[in-house]
């Protein structure tokens, strides 16, 4: 079975000048020959540190930013040959949930507006048809279709990432980038949206490409998950697997610094000192556990 998203040899680089008195550029390398697969309806995690990478893949997948280098297939079709006026017809199959729900959202538009944005840009019905599918995906995500009227301010964190939600689905994509989508809100309301996010998954047959820092969440959430480390895929297995035997010392020392639920339950911590990193390809140690070892 063909993937829905395969990712093969990604690269992106970032330059930078170093003023005129050195006259040179630096180049530094984000994403480093980062390679995956998402299968349709699956729920494929990305995880790492700040830095580490991985809001960069996501946006190259979607060329949300160009990549350098690489490959990005989304149903066998190729994303990085298609053309400006092709990708804007094909991004309403995959779609993005961006971290911050508070600058997400323009402050000077209507929410209900921002929700038919895409309706209007890919000419999606007519505008009677268009506020009957606003007001649709307001009652989809669990808001009143009344609140399309309001404006962001007048809205909770947990609210206005669901209006990112909404709009995110107003053109029924099978692919959703969601960009740590709860990181930025209050831990009592994380597992509404996460609770949100896989009824949504479940109803609409989505298939999620979950960027997150959070091991716990990722654990209830992924199916698979890959771990980054200075822009390098250091793992890729299973949950099951890389929280049961992780091979990568950086993933064993990502896992060892999740808090403990038992207060004084004794713990054998990890530690990793970056020179310890070798820019290794990843191979395969058991049926579908990969890992950058030796």
Same mark, same amino acid.
């Given at each position: 079975?063909?993937?829905?998203?395969?990712?093969r040899?990604?690269?992106?680089?970032?330059?930078?000048?170093?003023?005129?008195?050195?006259?040179?550029?630096?180049?530094?390398?984000?994403?480093d020959?980062?390679?995956?697969?998402?299968?349709e309806?699956?729920t494929?995690?990305?995880?790492?540190?700040?830095?580490?990478g991985?809001?960069?893949?996501?946006?190259?997948?979607l060329?949300? *930013?160009?990549?350098?280098?690489?490959?990005?297939?989304?149903?066998?079709?190729?994303?990085?040959?298609?053309?400006?006026s092709?990708?804007?017809?094909?991004?309403?199959?995959?779609q993005?949930v961006?971290?911050?729900?508070?600058?997400?959202?323009?402050?000077r538009?209507?929410v209900?507006?921002?929700?038919?944005?895409?309706l209007?840009?890919?000419?999606?019905?007519?505008?009677?048809?268009?506020?009957?599918?606003?007001?649709?995906?307001?009652r989809?995500v669990?808001?009143?279709?009344?609140?399309?009227?309001?404006?962001?301010?007048?809205f909770?964190?947990?609210?206005?990432?669901? *209006?990112?939600?909404a709009?995110?689905?107003?053109?029924?994509?099978s692919?959703?980038?969601a960009?740590? %989508?709860?990181s930025?809100l209050?831990?009592?309301?994380q597992?509404?949206?996460?609770?949100?996010?896989?009824?949504?998954q479940?109803r609409?047959?989505?298939?999620?490409?979950? *960027?997150a820092?959070?091991?716990?969440?990722?654990?209830?959430?992924? !199916?698979?998950?890959?771990?980054?480390?200075?822009?390098r895929?250091?793992?890729?297995a !299973?949950?099951?697997r890389?929280?049961?035997?992780?091979?990568?010392?950086? !993933?064993?020392?990502?896992?060892?610094?999740?808090?403990?639920?038992v207060?004084?339950?004794?713990?054998q911590?990890?530690a990793?000192? %970056?020179?310890?990193?070798?820019?290794?390809?990843?191979r395969e140690i058991?049926d579908?556990?990969?890992?950058a070892?030796?």
């Amino acid at each position: 079975m063909m993937p829905l998203l395969d990712v093969r040899g990604l690269v992106k680089d970032f330059h930078a000048g170093r003023g005129w008195l050195r006259g040179s550029s630096r180049t530094t390398r984000a994403v480093d020959d980062v390679t995956f697969s998402i299968a349709e309806g699956e729920t494929f995690g990305l995880v790492g540190e700040s830095g580490s990478g991985k809001t960069t893949t996501g946006r190259c997948v979607l060329r949300l *930013i160009e990549p350098t280098a690489g490959e990005v297939r989304f149903k066998q079709i190729d994303v990085r040959a298609l053309s400006a006026s092709d990708l804007r017809a094909a991004r309403r199959h995959f779609q993005i949930v961006f971290q911050d729900p508070y600058s997400s959202l323009n402050p000077r538009m209507r929410v209900g507006a921002m929700v038919e944005e895409p309706l209007i840009i890919h000419r999606r019905g007519t505008a009677a048809e268009r506020r009957e599918r606003v007001a649709d995906l307001f009652r989809l995500v669990g808001l009143e279709p009344e609140a399309a009227r309001r404006y962001p301010h007048e809205f909770s964190g947990g609210q206005r990432q669901r *209006i990112g939600l909404a709009r995110a689905l107003a053109l029924e994509p099978s692919l959703i980038v969601a960009d740590e %989508p709860v990181s930025a809100l209050d831990v009592s309301v994380q597992a509404q949206i996460v609770n949100l996010l896989l009824e949504l998954q479940q109803r609409l047959g989505l298939t999620y490409l979950f *960027i997150a820092h959070d091991l716990r969440l990722v654990r209830e959430v992924c !199916t698979r998950v890959a771990v980054m480390y200075r822009g390098r895929i250091v793992e890729l297995a !299973t949950v099951e697997r890389i929280f049961a035997t992780p091979a990568h010392r950086y !993933t064993q020392a990502l896992l060892t610094a999740i808090p403990q639920l038992v207060p004084g339950a004794p713990r054998q911590r990890v530690a990793y000192d %970056p020179a310890e990193f070798r820019r290794l390809p990843l191979r395969e140690i058991q049926d579908g556990h990969f890992a950058a070892v030796e």
